[in-house]
Every structure is written in C-alpha cells, then in structure tokens.
C-alpha cells in the first residue's frame, strides 16, 4: 500500500489519462497557464461485492494514506452500494466507491463475475498499484455484450477493470468560472457532449452539490476475439454549497450520482 497520498493520485491519474485523452484538453479549456489552479474534487472507483475485491478492499489503499469513510449510499435500482470517504487534510480529494450487488443479477451474471474474480491474484489486491492497475482477465466481447444487457456497470468494471472511473474538476476553485452553468456552456462550445440524463445540471443548490459530467471517452478495448471500441472514463464537474455552518458541504447526492453512473453508457 502506498504510503504517499499524492504519490496515489498522480498514479491514478496518468492511468486515467491513458484511456480519457479529453481530462487534459478541459484542462487546457477551463485552467488558466497556471495548471495547478485546477483541483480534484473527487474521484470515483467501480468494483463488485465479492469477499476478494468488496468495497473495503479498495477502501483500505486510501485508509492506509489517511482517508476515513463519511457516508454511504444505496441505488436500488442499478443494485449498487457506495460511500465516500474524505482525508484529514481537506484539501485532497475525496473518493466514492461503489460495488455491484452481484447477488441480486441472474445467474449467469453471477457466475461470470464470480470467474471474473477468480482470476485475481489475492496479494495483487493489496499491491500498491492495485487501484489503477486494469483488469486482470481476459474478456470476449459476447461476454462483455452479455453483461451489458443486464448491467452497463457490470460491463464496465469487467472491461476496465481497476482504475479511476472518474476525476472531478472542483469547479469552487476555478478562476474564470464562477458557476456550473458557465463551464457546461464552454465545454459544449468546445463541442465537448455532455450527459444529459436528468437534466445537463444534476442537483441543486436546496442539496448543497450541482454536478455535471462529460459522456466518457471512446476507447479500445483488447478483447480475446478481438478489439472492440466501447466508452472509457469521463470528466465530472462539481460545485458545492455552504451549509448552515459555513462550510462547504463534502458529501454527495444519491439522486444525482445515480445519473452520473450514467456517463459511460453508449451514445
């Protein structure tokens, strides 16, 4: 496990990098020359819920560089289960991680995710590079087809594997902007396509987060029978409010994550 918080995060965003070409042209678009005024709000990991790679499992690389869990999240309806873990220094990024509720999928479902799994090496688990260290099986695209009809997370997370789904441009510290609105019209005029699944703007100041997001990237993927062009990672945007106390909220909304999930669906 890494012992350097910003060690973990420049790893996890060169790996990002590889597979979302767009996280450094918004860059470019929203962050003036000085590059460093762009800050992560935070990112985002996908897994499933067996013993081997659970949720705490990935949990345990941030915990081990200062992170504490904070809230969690149910989406019944995509049977994933989330929380959100924050660092004692407020100004590292948080991270959400959610896992797939493989029981609560047919059993063929089951079953591949099950083998999928099977094939990681437990001490690769705990390794330091684990977090962005992709997938560690191999796929055929009926497979990947196969578990796209029940579940595009499912999908995804076989296809992908271990990586940052997503980073987050926080949007409080940008210079040039001062609301998410203004970014979404100059990531759109920069012919960036946005996900517009309830609505381009997810939330509200009345919840204390608005978050907007990029669809993800195309990218290839190396299948057994070949490769196969399918959505990557995407870019998120988010722009938090005050609570009552005068300081920003850091938690996140259930309803407007839910939308976001959707970002690396097919267009």
């Not at 450094?24 to 678009?29: A, E, P, R, S, V």
């Not at 969690?72 to 100004?91: G, I, M, Q, T, V």
């Not at 759109?188 to 009345?206: D, R, V, Y």
């Not at 990237?217 to 945007?237: H, L, M, Q, R, W």
Request: glycine share 4%; charged share 20%; net charge negative.
């Amino acid at each position: 496990m890494h012992n350097n918080v910003n060690e973990l995060f420049d790893n996890l965003w060169q790996n990002y990098l590889t597979v979302t070409p767009s996280a450094n042209k918004i860059h470019q678009l929203l962050g003036s020359t000085q590059q460093d005024d762009i800050v992560n709000d935070h990112i985002a990991l996908r897994t499933f819920n067996l013993p081997k790679v659970g949720l705490d499992k990935l949990a345990a690389h941030f915990e081990a560089v200062g992170y504490k869990e904070c809230g969690e999240y149910h989406f019944d309806a995509k049977c994933l289960y989330a929380k959100h873990f924050e660092h004692s220094d407020p100004n590292q990024p948080k991270v959400f991680i959610s896992e797939l509720l493989v029981e609560k999928f047919s059993a063929p479902l089951q079953q591949v995710i099950k083998t999928l799994v099977d094939n990681i090496d437990a001490s690769a688990v705990t390794a330091d590079n684990f977090l962005y260290s992709g997938r560690h099986w191999e796929l055929d695209s009926a497979t990947y087809d196969m578990l796209l009809e029940e579940s595009e997370y499912a999908a995804w997370t076989a296809a992908w594997g271990y990586r940052a789904n997503h980073f987050t441009v926080n949007v409080n510290t940008l210079k040039d902007f001062d609301t998410l609105e203004s970014v979404n019209d100059k990531l759109k005029a920069a012919g960036f396509p946005l996900n517009t699944t309830g609505g381009e703007i997810k939330g509200s100041a009345e919840v204390l987060l608005e978050q907007s997001a990029t669809l993800a990237d195309d990218a290839t993927v190396e299948f057994t029978d070949g490769n196969k062009t399918i959505p990557s990672c995407f870019y998120e945007f988010a722009l938090r409010y005050e609570m009552p106390n005068g300081k920003l909220y850091t938690g996140f909304v259930a309803a407007s994550a839910d939308k976001i999930f959707e970002s690396t669906n097919a267009r």
